[in-house]
């Protein structure tokens, strides 16, 4: 981050392929450690990612996160 804050996430990514490329996928993903104003708050949310034909991907993402209360 431009303040150097950092925030740690795990992801859990699975996906298909058809004829040795990735087609589709969907992932979890969560905050395992804030920094910060995220510091002891809590975030998490999923994804759903798709192959362009140009074989770049595109992902759809929604979450939900909130701060530590002081």
Known sequence: MENG???VYKYEFSGTMKDGAFESGTNKWSLIEGGGKMKGGKANGTCKAKA????STSFDCMGTYTTATT
């Open 5 to 7: 804050d950092k925030n």
């Open 52 to 55: 362009n034909p140009d074989q």
